[in-house]
């Protein structure tokens, strides 16, 4: 296990809307507004066609090959992340949803490509006084939290 600390810094109270990405949204309001850490959690709807990292083909191959799925129709969600900034200091997101339709639901990472349907719901939290960042890993091809 590695960890750091950090402390809460600024909360912010989100609303994105209809047929924004939620990757490329929270990552420029990150920059916006001169956020480098936060953690989120999220409340809304995704529309059809959204994509979503729904693990690996083999959990222990080498190379990882991701899999993805796309939502057949608008699905409910609820889910969690956090921003770190990459070795170069862009925010990045990590961001997994539950995304329910009727009895069907499926989880996965948004850094394909979810679409907001009609509204989502985000509460973001600054997190400061932490110099946590994304490094890249050539043994699993991942960018990983180095605390």
């Known amino acids: 296990m590695k960890y750091s600390?950090?402390?809460?810094?600024?909360?912010f109270v989100i609303r994105l809307e209809d047929g924004d990405i939620v990757h490329e949204q929270l990552e420029q309001f990150a920059v916006d507004h001169g956020i480098e850490r936060a953690s989120i959690l999220v409340?809304?709807?995704a529309d059809?066609?959204?994509?979503?990292?729904?693990?690996?083909e083999e959990s222990r191959s080498n190379p990882i090959n991701p899999m993805t799925l796309e939502l057949?129709?608008?699905h409910e969600v609820t889910g969690t992340g956090t921003i770190f900034p990459?070795?170069?200091?862009?925010p990045v997101l990590h961001m997994?949803?539950?995304c329910g339709r009727e009895e069907n639901t499926v989880t996965g990472?948004?850094?394909?490509?979810v679409k907001?349907?009609?509204v989502m719901e985000i509460i973001l939290t600054e997190l400061i006084e932490n110099q946590a960042t994304r490094q890249f890993d050539s043994l699993t091809g991942f960018t990983l939290l180095v605390p």
Do not use: F, I
């Not at 990472?109 to 490509?113: A, E, I, L, Y």
């Open 96 to 98: 997994h949803l539950a």
């Open 72 to 74: 057949y129709d608008a």
């Open 5 to 11: 600390e950090a402390r809460e810094g600024r909360t």
């Open 109 to 113: 990472c948004v850094r394909s490509g």
């Open 48 to 56: 059809r066609e959204s994509r979503l990292v729904v693990g690996p």
């Open 86 to 90: 990459d070795e170069e200091g862009r």
């Open 116 to 118: 907001v349907w009609h």
């Open 43 to 45: 409340l809304g709807s």
